[in-house]
């Protein structure tokens, strides 16, 4: 079964919609219990849906939108990434990201799949569970010196494993 590219993904209200894409219900759930809209598939994720339908997000920049996704085939939550411009260079993109699926760290999400659909690149990666780095300095005015000096140490170990394996941030 075919389906239309992701770039036209972007819809409603600034967020990410894989509406366009082949919607298949999942077997053997009855829809009274979901939202109006069914769950919406690529490939073999299944796009994560809040209440009112709306795709959940979990990224969000000037070069990426990213959705929270389920993996049929591994059964675990994953991270889909759409590009929102075209690669100058997919080639490259390929290598690094097969390089970034090789190569596993712990303090680094893998990347378990990548390609192109219909001219847009997207990428899924491990789920990362847990509050970003953002949301936990806005709860706490201030961060124990313990945490802080954890933050810290974590951060710079994910830099440095970035480094090594050419991905400069």
Known sequence: ???PGLRAALQRSDKLLLT???KRPIAGCSTRFFSKATPTQF???LISQDAD???IEIARSSDQVGVLAFDSRRLEFVHC???LEPLK???AFEQRARKLS???HPLLARVLDFGDDEGSTF???ENVDGETLRALVSRHAELPVWLAAKVTDLSLAAFQALAERGDYV
Do not use: K, P
Request: proline share 0%.
């Open 1 to 3: 079964t075919s389906h």
């Open 20 to 22: 366009h894409l082949n």
């Open 43 to 45: 490939r073999h994720y």
């Open 53 to 55: 339908g709306s795709n």
């Open 81 to 83: 990434h759409v590009l």
């Open 89 to 91: 260079d997919q080639r």
């Open 102 to 104: 090789e190569a596993g």
């Open 123 to 125: 990428y899924i990666t």
